[in-house]
């Protein structure tokens, strides 16, 4: 790499700047003041976070807070809301800044996103064999042209060609956090189908369409619960008329069944309903789950709709 970063097209990749730890300084001071005191903790993550670490100009940051419906204030302070891309209750944000783009991810604090990034920043910092690898990766990946193209209308080739090492590096850390994600990454999707395939649909002897056009059509969300970087539980979430959702599927893989998975997914995505302004969810419960949701809330709700099963239980909870 040269003194002036490895360039190919659009993406830039520099060596470690000394200024970016007071960059973030800075950007920490000036979200504090935005926020005041619903900001509980602000980190430095990402790439730029490591010292020594070769990265593009983007300092990412994770802002905690009381409650995520405060982060849009900072729009009104040179933030670009982006949403929450390809994870649920997170508000990204961004801005261009004379030295750098600022990247910053507020979540409340329980959310998975935290541990999971400070766990990947920090082994990073402690491994340098890991650095060392990482910012190989990084340079290789920019000398393909794939890297460079979208995969999906979100994320480049470069960005899910470090997927693995991120994995591996977080296995080898020990981290075993759960965290739930959009399904995005082509290894998501693949064991998003197995799970319902084995799950759900081979035990009634249905046939499963991995081109189900529910899988890209508007208003329907697939979800990912990791534990570390194992996905167990998938979801499919559907947005009705009037401020409800249909809860359409929920499977966890068969090696982690009754570990609470299925509950913690079902009590995430109520949220992240809340969060969308919906208050309602039904959905269609087998027989043999209805104790399953009851015992988290869920009541007798007629659910006017066709059922992928003749023997159902029409089952609802208004949050």
Known sequence: MSAKGFVHKTIEVVPYDVAWPTIFEQESAFIKRVLGCHCIAIHHIGSTSVPGLSAKRDIDIVCVVDQLCVSLALKESGYVFKGEFNIPLRCFFSKNTPQSKVNLHVVEPDHGFIDLNICFRDYLRNHEDARLTYQNLKQNLLKDPASHQKINSRFTGYNHGKNAFIKKSLLQSGFGGLCVNFCEHPQEWETYHRIREEQ????????????????????????????GTVIVTVAHVEFLNHGEAAL???????DYQRKGYGSYMVQFLEKWVVSQDRCVIRLHSAVD????????????????????????VDLGKRL
């Open 289 to 312: 789950a209805e104790a399953f949701y009851k015992k988290l809330g869920y009541i007798d709700m007629p659910f006017h709709d066709v059922a992928l099963i003749p023997e159902v």
């Open 248 to 254: 359409r599927s929920l499977a966890t893989d068969g």
């Open 200 to 227: 759900i649909f081979n035990p009634i002897g249905v046939v499963y369409d991995r081109n189900h056009p529910t899988l890209t059509r508007d208003g329907h969300y697939h979800f990912v619960l990791y534990r």
